[in-house]
């Protein structure tokens, strides 16, 4: 009698542990995805700076309920003009992305997401999915799920993780992760080519502990202590600007930069005397001000109007 109670003690702990089901959509983390150029000078990254995304809200669409997401943009720290390569900071404030909406059906362990132009959903992830399963991206390649097998990613939890082939020469195949979504990022096509298209960088937790990543987290941001210092007693006012606007600091002042969102460099200014700076020229518009002095560079945000 007792050998019979322990087995079946077995049996039930085996089959509750296969069951447990690591949520998709999960408020806690952060999802930070490259963006690959062939022939760029410093791969894998290209003229388009990488993006940290996480979830922001919630929206119902034919009664349904979607989730919209976030970005917060990167910052290229170089001084420009310069490539978009390492050391990056990342703002603080992020913006809504209307186009990526997703909703989770835990039961089902299936991720859809909702395309903006079309009006329709798709089957984005099956976590789910069994050995020679077919997932269809509409008219995007069609993908074979061809391996599945257990990982365990550094927050300690064991979820399956999906390999499969695809339809399309040149690629690479890919891969998906229960809970953490594919190699292109949380709502790319979980695909990448080589040295091409949106590559999966980190997902972290929102207090930066890393959850998964091929490589290091950081090495992306490498040096930012040295360079960027968010802590330093810098104000720009008014915020949001219409024409002018003034900076109130100690630190002494070499070089003022305004970066577009993607980085670039679109204006620069020696400093001189002056306390006022005129952005009229600039469209409405999210922009960064670099301002570099003799020990640090510190970069915030404005909104032009």
């Not at 186009?99 to 991720?111: P, Y």
């Not at 499969?164 to 020469?169: A, D, E, L, R, T």
Request: net charge neutral; charged share 15%.
């Amino acid at each position: 009698m007792k050998k019979i109670l322990f087995i079946c003690l077995i049996i039930i702990s085996t089959n509750s542990f296969s069951q447990s089901y690591h949520k998709f959509l999960d408020s806690n983390v952060f999802w930070d995805v490259g963006y690959a150029e062939m022939g760029y000078i410093c791969q894998p990254y290209g003229s388009t700076l990488p993006s940290r995304f996480s979830i922001s809200g919630d929206t119902t669409i034919n009664l349904m309920t979607y989730t919209f997401f976030k970005s917060y943009s990167y910052i290229n720290l170089n001084v420009q003009p310069a490539p978009n390569c390492p050391p990056f900071a990342i703002d603080t404030i992020p913006y809504q992305i209307n186009t990526a909406i997703m909703r989770e059906d835990t039961s089902l362990k299936k991720v859809y997401k909702y395309d903006v132009s079309s009006q329709q959903e798709l089957l984005w992830y099956d976590f789910n999915a069994q050995q020679g399963d077919t997932l269809f991206y509409g008219s995007n390649p069609y993908f074979i799920v061809d391996t599945i097998y257990n990982i365990i990613t550094l927050d300690g939890k064991t979820r399956k993780y999906f390999e499969y082939n695809n339809n399309m020469g040149g690629g690479l195949g890919g891969y998906y992760i229960e809970g953490l979504g594919g190699r292109g990022g949380p709502f790319s096509i979980p695909l990448s080519y080589f040295e091409a298209g949106s590559w999966l960088m980190c997902i972290s937790d929102t207090n930066q502990n890393t959850i998964y990543s091929q490589n290091s987290c950081y090495s992306f941001i490498t040096g930012i202590d040295n360079k960027f210092i968010e802590t330093s007693n810098i104000s720009i006012n008014p915020n949001p600007v219409s024409d002018y606007f003034t900076i109130d600091t100690e630190i002494d002042i070499n070089e003022i930069n305004i970066l577009d969102i993607s980085g670039k460099s679109i204006k620069s200014i020696i400093q001189t005397s002056t306390k006022a700076f005129s952005v009229s020229d600039l469209p409405s518009g999210i922009y960064f001000v670099k301002v570099i002095g003799k020990k640090h560079t510190i970069i915030r945000k404005i909104i032009k109007q």
